[in-house]
């Protein structure tokens, strides 16, 4: 083997091009239709990159809101509303019936039998006029023996006087004694005594007589008539007298209204007030606060009151079912707040106030009752957030979530 057979020959190493030079834009897209591709490629990764940036942020928020949700429902979300001022004077309902302002039966003071009636139900009188008339001959003999027993008594009653006259002059004479003129004098004056009571007799009897003629006491209606022609009048003590006729006096009514105790203060005597009628729709009237029974009753906490209503129409009848409408001033800083806020416990009357996101119950107190609204007159004020509709098992210091008012609408 040669020496040049042992050793590789060495190569000489390949010579090294210069790398192609980067043309300009404008040249590479004037070198062809796909000189544009690495434009294309670094717009498709801004795009990809830009999906997997929005892809991780959405996750982001999904988890956030997801946790939000999570903490949010172990707390429970109250709406709320907002005590309103009291500044105008209210006013209460109070029911009552209509009464006629004199109400009478019409009863007879003699009897006999009914010869006439000339009024019904309905009629309209005036005082004095005729409503009936009753025979009474009974009563008739009885003052004609009177009127006999009269004469007789005033017969006696002459003689006596005429021998008393002639008895005294005799005894100045002293013809006679004076025991005899004394008991001509006593004699005269006992005459004179059944002379009085024979003619108060006949008084007596003429003026039953005269209640043969029923007429009305005073100016009215006739609301009912019980009797009829020949019917049996019984008067006197002895007997159940039978009602003739009922009479009412309607030019005006008197209403009787039990007002509360917490308004008694309220009733002024003189002041006017509002009378509506369930028979009268849309119709208001004028009364007066007439007179109070001053004393509270017992049993019903209520005071009576009366109440004046003019009707010289005669458009309202007694009987009828009316409110009379109390104006009641409020309080002081009273607020109203709806019954749906209010809680009943053991402890007293609280409310819930949603204060920093915990649930505060107040205690108030209660003035007046308005039915769907009460006023209070103490704990509250305008800026307190009342919850609404509040829990039974809600408790101070407990967490809450206060809707946002717009949400709250939209539930309502």
Same mark, same amino acid.
């Given at each position: 083997m040669?020496p040049?057979?042992?050793?590789p020959?060495?190569?000489?190493?390949?010579?090294?091009?210069?790398?192609p030079?980067?043309e300009?834009?404008?040249t590479?897209?004037?070198?062809?239709?796909?000189g $544009?591709?690495?434009?294309?490629?670094?717009?498709?990764?801004?795009?990809v990159?830009?999906?997997?940036?929005? $892809?991780?942020?959405?996750?982001?928020?999904?988890?956030?809101?997801?946790?939000?949700?999570?903490?949010?429902?172990?707390?429970?979300?109250?709406?709320?509303?907002y005590?309103?001022?009291?500044?105008? #004077?209210?006013?209460?309902?109070?029911?009552?019936?209509?009464? #006629?302002?004199?109400d009478t039966?019409?009863f007879?003071?003699?009897?006999?039998?009914? @010869?006439?009636?000339?009024v019904?139900i309905?009629?309209?009188?005036?005082?004095?006029?005729?409503?009936?008339?009753?025979?009474?001959?009974?009563?008739?003999?009885?003052?004609q023996?009177?009127?006999?027993?009269?004469?007789?008594a005033?017969?006696?009653?002459?003689?006596a006087?005429?021998?008393?006259?002639?008895?005294?002059?005799?005894?100045?004479?002293?013809?006679v004694s004076?025991?005899?003129?004394?008991?001509?004098?006593?004699?005269?004056?006992?005459?004179?005594?059944?002379?009085?009571?024979?003619?108060?007799n006949?008084?007596?009897?003429?003026?039953?007589?005269s209640?043969e003629?029923?007429?009305?006491?005073?100016?009215g209606v006739i609301?009912?008539?019980?009797?009829?022609?020949?019917?049996?009048i019984?008067?006197?003590d002895?007997?159940?007298?039978?009602?003739l006729f009922h009479?009412a006096?309607i030019?005006?009514?008197?209403?009787?209204?039990?007002?509360?105790e917490?308004?008694?203060?309220?009733? @002024?005597?003189?002041?006017?007030?509002?009378?509506?009628?369930?028979?009268?729709?849309?119709?208001?009237?004028?009364?007066?606060?007439?007179?109070?029974s001053?004393?509270?009753?017992?049993?019903s906490?209520?005071?009576?009151v009366?109440?004046?209503?003019?009707?010289?129409?005669g458009r309202l009848?007694?009987?009828?079912?009316?409110f009379?409408r109390?104006?009641?001033?409020?309080?002081?800083?009273?607020?109203?707040?709806?019954?749906?806020?209010?809680?009943?416990?053991?402890?007293?009357?609280?409310v819930?106030?949603?204060?920093n996101?915990?649930?505060?119950l107040?205690?108030?107190?209660? $003035?007046?009752?308005?039915?769907?609204?009460?006023?209070?007159?103490?704990?509250?004020?305008?800026k307190?957030?009342?919850i609404?509709?509040?829990?039974d098992?809600?408790?101070s $210091?407990?967490?809450?979530?206060?809707e946002?008012p717009a @949400?709250?609408?939209?539930?309502?």
């Amino acid at each position: 083997m040669t020496p040049e057979s042992t050793h590789p020959v060495l190569e000489p190493p390949p010579k090294k091009t210069a790398p192609p030079a980067i043309e300009p834009l404008k040249t590479r897209k004037s070198r062809g239709p796909n000189g $544009g591709r690495p434009i294309l490629l670094v717009a498709a990764g801004l795009l990809v990159a830009l999906v997997i940036y929005a $892809g991780i942020h959405f996750r982001k928020d999904a988890a956030a809101n997801r946790e939000s949700s999570t903490e949010g429902s172990g707390t429970p979300s109250v709406s709320v509303v907002y005590p309103k001022p009291d500044l105008a #004077a209210d006013e209460i309902a109070l029911p009552g019936s209509t009464q #006629a302002f004199i109400d009478t039966p019409i009863f007879a003071r003699t009897s006999g039998y009914l @010869k006439s009636w000339r009024v019904d139900i309905g009629a309209h009188v005036k005082k004095g006029d005729l409503l009936a008339e009753i025979e009474t001959p009974e009563l008739d003999q009885q003052l004609q023996q009177a009127e006999s027993d009269l004469k007789n008594a005033q017969a006696n009653l002459e003689i006596a006087e005429i021998t008393n006259t002639r008895w005294q002059t005799l005894v100045k004479a002293d013809t006679v004694s004076k025991q005899e003129a004394d008991q001509t004098a006593s004699d005269f004056h006992a005459k004179q005594a059944l002379f009085e009571a024979a003619k108060a007799n006949v008084r007596r009897l003429e003026q039953l007589q005269s209640f043969e003629k029923i007429a009305a006491p005073f100016d009215g209606v006739i609301t009912a008539r019980k009797t009829d022609i020949g019917a049996l009048i019984q008067a006197g003590d002895s007997s159940t007298p039978r009602e003739l006729f009922h009479i009412a006096a309607i030019q005006t009514l008197r209403i009787y209204i039990s007002a509360p105790e917490v308004y008694a203060s309220s009733v @002024k005597v003189g002041e006017k007030v509002e009378v509506t009628l369930d028979s009268l729709p849309g119709e208001k009237f004028t009364g007066t606060l007439a007179r109070t029974s001053e004393a509270i009753d017992q049993q019903s906490r209520t005071l009576n009151v009366e109440v004046d209503v003019e009707n010289p129409e005669g458009r309202l009848l007694p009987g009828s079912y009316a409110f009379v409408r109390l104006k009641v001033p409020s309080s002081a800083g009273a607020v109203l707040i709806p019954t749906n806020t209010l809680l009943f416990r053991s402890e007293g009357l609280r409310v819930g106030v949603a204060r920093n996101g915990h649930a505060e119950l107040v205690p108030i107190t209660i $003035g007046h009752d308005f039915g769907n609204t009460v006023e209070v007159i103490s704990g509250l004020t305008t800026k307190d957030a009342l919850i609404s509709d509040p829990s039974d098992s809600l408790v101070s $210091g407990a967490e809450v979530r206060v809707e946002e008012p717009a @949400k709250s609408e939209a539930a309502k």
